[in-house]
């Protein structure tokens, strides 16, 4: 029996990413982990949030044993992926980071906007990104506290207003000396979620760029391909950290195939 892939989100976000590794990789097994109980991380403080990531994984490793682990996540990636690396050394880390380098080579007026959580926002890892690939660009960081959790609410079929996305959102557009803002970075797995609505409010056009398929292609890099399908008695599983995800979280991960660990 083949191992699976490890998916990690801090909520429901990493979905994005796990319907493009499925496109990718399907003969593989997937095991979705949301930690619904530390969520939404932005307001947690660094260590306690390192030291959270670092007891998850060091069970879901022993759980699971997976082929790989993807930490579909910017916000822990960027803040633990080292010390992930360092402490499990024997498991293969696909982290989440800004898509900062691509956005550098799309921009034609050379104004980038990363759109993120202040978490992400924050870290030096964020800043060493633009410092080594986009040096040449006015690069502008956009942190929300409150679009992963919007995200989420939307993705269940709740109505968000329009004004308080365009509140969230309206730093990211920036003109200067006669130039635009031309790409935005969504730096969240979440947010993908929401850019119909981001298209819809934008005061003008700009490619909303979302990691979620080059998460995928690096994963699948790294996974040697099985030479058969997944067998459909083998469904994904999901794993709430909380034990209790609603009603509508829950139907929502039916609608994405995946069967409650039990």
Known sequence: MSRPVLLFDSGIGGLTVLREARVLMPERSFVYVADDAGFPYGGWEEEALKSRLLTLFKDLLHRFDPEIAVVACNTAFTLAGADLRAAFPGTVFVGTVPAIKPAAERTRSGLISVLATPGTVKRAYTRD??????????????????????????????????????????????????????????????????????????????????????????????????????????????????????????????????????
């Not at 031309?182 to 005061?203: G, K």
């Not at 760029?209 to 058969?228: C, F, K, N, T, Y």
């Not at 083998?234 to 829950?250: E, G, I, L, M, Y």
């Open 129 to 262: 990104l633009i410092q080594s690939f986009a040096s040449q660009c006015h690069v502008r960081l956009v942190g929300s506290a409150r679009l992963a959790s919007m995200a989420e609410a939307y993705i269940r079929g709740e109505t968000l207003a329009d004004a308080e996305v365009l509140t969230e959102i309206r730093d990211c557009f920036h003109e200067k000396e006669g130039a635009r803002t031309d790409i935005v970075v969504l730096a969240c797995t979440h947010y993908p979620f929401l850019v119909n609505v981001f298209r819809r409010l934008a005061p003008w056009p700009v490619d909303w760029l979302d990691p979620a398929e080059a998460i995928a292609r690096q994963a699948r890099r790294l996974v040697p391909p099985l030479d058969r399908l997944k067998a459909d008695s083998r469904p994904d599983r999901v794993v709430f950290t909380s034990d209790a995800p609603d009603f509508a979280t829950q139907r929502l991960v039916q609608g994405f195939g995946l069967s409650p660990l039990v």
